[in-house]
């Protein structure tokens, strides 16, 4: 699994974009919401990625924030939704207003998106609706956990999640440790320490 890159943005052309690492050319596939932040061709560039691999091709898709990857990883894990179709949901609506809008089960909003029907709608919100119950944003980190760098909880956070856990509860855990100076894999040790003590 490729799980980031980091090199420089050398074409962009929606929905497609090249970046160089290293001399090879990696040639990745991104929503709109990435491509507003993306800098200048020529520029340095950081990019969360995705590889997805099908029986007839492997592709790679590029976030520009984590939680724009955990929502497109969250909806192609959806029956009849897939690479494209989730690209152009991240493309028509941020990751947050997803989350809301799903939590609201507010259909109609996602209609208005491209290729989302009345049907494939209804189905997002009954089978998402549970995931995000427990938290108004799509996983970011512990924000607010005392001593903890955000980068450094958010990779705590994430590996909880793969772990299995609920948004809210992989942040109660990491709330209820003092990070002070921890490193992701301490804080990780620690959250399930607690959890097996609870």
Excluded: C, W
Aim: aromatic share 6%.
């Amino acid at each position: 699994m490729i799980g980031y890159l980091k090199g420089t943005l050398v074409e962009k052309q929606p929905p497609r974009l090249i970046i160089d690492v290293n001399g090879i050319g990696y040639e990745v596939e991104a929503p709109m919401s990435t491509f507003y932040q993306l800098p200048a061709t020529g520029s340095p560039v950081t990019l969360h990625t995705h590889l997805h691999v099908r029986e007839d091709a492997h592709q790679l898709f590029g976030f520009a924030t984590q939680s724009e990857r955990s929502l497109f990883r969250d909806l192609i894990r959806i029956s009849g939704v897939g690479a494209k179709l989730a690209l152009s949901v991240l493309s028509g609506i941020s990751a947050d207003d997803f989350v809301a809008t799903v939590q609201a089960g507010d259909a109609t909003t996602l209609t208005r998106l491209p290729g989302i029907g009345k049907k494939t709608a209804e189905r997002l919100i009954m089978e998402m609706r549970d995931r995000y119950a427990d938290t108004a944003l799509l996983p970011r980190g512990p924000e607010g956990a005392p001593g903890v760098p955000q980068d450094t909880g958010q990779e705590a956070f994430s590996a909880l999640i793969a772990l299995g856990y609920k948004p809210a509860e992989a942040t109660r855990l990491l709330k209820s440790i003092d990070g002070e100076g921890l490193s992701s894999e301490e804080l990780i040790r620690k959250a399930l320490q607690n959890a097996v003590q609870r």
